[in-house]
């Protein structure tokens, strides 16, 4: 016998404004959810899923947005006649919003008040929506939800802002608040997209077992595959605004039918083999059967006798680097803690060196260090023979043009106010490279082109393009000083499954056409152990493990180490 209805979508129709016309962006999607059941919803960014979600919660842009057609029926008990969310008014949605239909969202940095404590944000959900309630009884009920989502010392965190806690307690927060009235239906956003692989399984875990004991329906939002096969019960596949696929997640996952979600699939990271291209979702549309091509050991073992036959490009010895936490009033340090602790590896031309690690273990410090962005306490840092901490004004300026970094959120990193040419040729300017304007230009239309994107895009500002498309602008600003040594910090942690692919396939393709170098930084040891030569594992600024990227997955000697591979979503 089927559980009790909870919600029913039917025929649902979203249109959006621009340039003074409505485009349609979900096409007539009909789908139900059921008390404690955990539905997928899965597609890659713009798809529909976030915005058919926020439909259901009313908080569609009045402005720019507008359901055209289809109906979101809410059952409030079976005896009832089913309420229509669609038709309902903005005080009337609020009736359901947060007391019967909670949403945890993808970033609980932006979603939490950064100047309210996070006891206090929660503490005012509930009150809001519980007249009878006294501030005393609703603090005691504040503190039970965060022992129930496993928050570590629930006073200091009711007491805390969200700055003073890590991603996955910010994320806890997030889920008790939307616990905290007892809904009946949890929409889940992209609510581990941005966590290490670690605290994302925790997350993942937390949800069923709080799913199971409140019977609670979940719709559970993601680009990624693997994660919806680990929590869903059944998934439902959108392609631009259209459901192309649905059904128990088995049947999807070993018997998928359309060519969309055979792409989604073979997308995802491989971690028992080594494809020498990863495959895309372009690659199965119009029912393509692409072939793999692997790269056999022996061809790996000669591509690192050749790697390890020379000198090092970089050696880093003995590193370490310290962050002042706290201060007295006379400016005297009180405490500090230390990011990194005496590190010591080297890098040879033409490889890839993975660095992997949870928040917090010093990879992303390591790659400041090197650029010199931030100083460190101790250690050296020699770049063919000169020692970059000591290596200050011109020198080190010109040094930088060798050394460049591609950085996670190329939206942030790139000045919203100048074209993506202007923003490619800004660092050629500033390093005098090309001597006129007409051959600077020349240089970034090369560049857009080795990148994947087209002349044309020359003169478009960054938010005319999407999060994949940027980050290939990162790359050609990148290029545009022709480095050795390119640092990529959690440069495609962001990306939708497909793109992910895509863009790590061009960085191979741009390793093999001009020989980079590269520093791998990443929280994903899958990606991490596809795209490197040897890996470097880290822990609380401590090298745990490091060797062959192969070796290291399938032999692993740290607990830490095999904690990690043991966390990804297969």
């Keep these: 016998m089927q559980a009790e209805k909870i919600i029913e979508i039917r025929d649902l129709r979203i249109s959006f404004l621009r340039e003074k016309q409505y485009y349609e962006v979900v096409s007539g999607i009909s789908f139900e959810i059921h008390k404690g059941e955990i539905v997928g919803l899965v ?82 959900m509930i009150l809001n929506h519980n007249d009878n309630l006294s501030k005393d009884k609703a603090k005691i009920r504040v503190l039970e939800l965060f022992k129930e989502v496993l928050l570590p010392d629930v006073e200091r965190v009711f007491n805390s802002y969200p700055f003073e806690l890590s991603g996955g307690q910010k994320q806890r927060v997030m889920i008790a608040m939307a ?30 077992s709080l799913q199971k004991k409140y019977g609670i329906g ?89 790697l390890y036959s020379q000198p090092p490009i970089l050696c880093v010895k003995d590193l370490s680097v310290e962050y002042v936490i706290s201060k007295n009033l006379l400016g005297k340090i009180k405490k500090k803690v230390t990011a990194v602790n005496k590190v010591s590896f080297d890098l040879y031309k033409g490889e890839t060196l993975g660095l992997v690690g949870e928040s917090g273990c010093g990879k992303t410090t390591i790659g400041r260090a090197i650029l010199q962005l931030i100083e460190a306490n101790s250690g050296q840092i020699l770049f063919k023979g000169i020692l970059l901490n000591q290596t200050k004004g011109k020198h080190l300026r010109e040094i930088r043009k060798s ?18 040419g202007e923003a490619i040729q800004e660092p050629m300017r500033v390093h005098n490279l090309y001597k006129s304007e007409k051959k600077r230009k020349e240089k970034v239309l090369s560049l ?37 040594i390119v640092i990529c910090d959690e440069s495609v942690s962001a990306l939708d499954v497909s793109v992910q692919a895509q863009v790590l396939n061009l960085l191979n393709d741009l390793k093999k056409d001009f020989r980079f170098t590269y520093i791998f930084i990443s929280h994903d040891l899958s990606v991490v152990k596809y795209m490197s030569d040897r890996m470097i594992v880290m822990q609380k600024g401590n090298i745990v493990e490091l060797g062959e990227a192969d070796t290291i997955y399938s032999s692993a000697q740290s607990p830490y180490t095999k904690t990690l591979i043991a966390a990804i979503p297969t």
């Design 43 to 124: 597609g890659e960014s713009g798809s529909g899923k976030s915005v058919s979600s926020l439909a259901i919660m009313g908080l569609l842009p009045k402005k720019y947005s507008k359901i055209n057609g289809g109906e979101i029926l809410f059952y409030q008990n079976t005896e009832d006649k089913p309420v229509n969310l669609a038709s309902l008014k903005e005080s009337e949605h609020r009736l359901f919003r947060g007391d019967r239909i909670a949403m945890i969202f993808q970033e609980p940095m932006t979603a939490l008040n950064p100047v309210q404590k996070c006891g206090k944000q929660v503490l005012e």
């Design 179 to 208: 616990l905290s009235c007892n809904p009946d239906l949890l929409i889940a956003d992209e609510p581990t997209t941005a966590l290490d692989v670690t605290v994302q399984k925790a997350i993942l875990d937390l949800l069923k």
């Design 218 to 306: 979940i719709l559970f939002i993601t680009h990624d595959l693997g994660v919806i096969k680990h929590i869903a019960d059944r998934v439902i596949v959108l392609y631009r605004g259209e459901i192309v696929e649905q059904g128990d997640i088995d049947k999807v996952f070993f018997n998928p039918q359309h060519s969309y979600t055979k792409g989604l699939l073979a997308s995802r990271t491989p971690i028992g083999e080594r494809p020498k291209r990863l495959l895309t979702v372009a690659d199965f549309l119009d029912n393509k059967t692409p072939q793999i091509e692997l790269i056999s050991n022996k061809e790996r073992q000669a591509i690192h006798n050749n």
């Design 403 to 420: 050394i460049q970094i591609i950085f996670q959120d190329p939206y942030s990193s790139l000045n919203p106010r100048l074209t993506i």
């Design 448 to 484: 857009l082109e080795k990148v994947g994107l087209e002349a044309s895009h020359y003169d478009r500002y960054p938010h005319q393009f999407s999060g994949g498309q940027r980050q290939r602008i990162g790359i050609a600003r990148c290029l545009a000083l022709n480095p050795e």
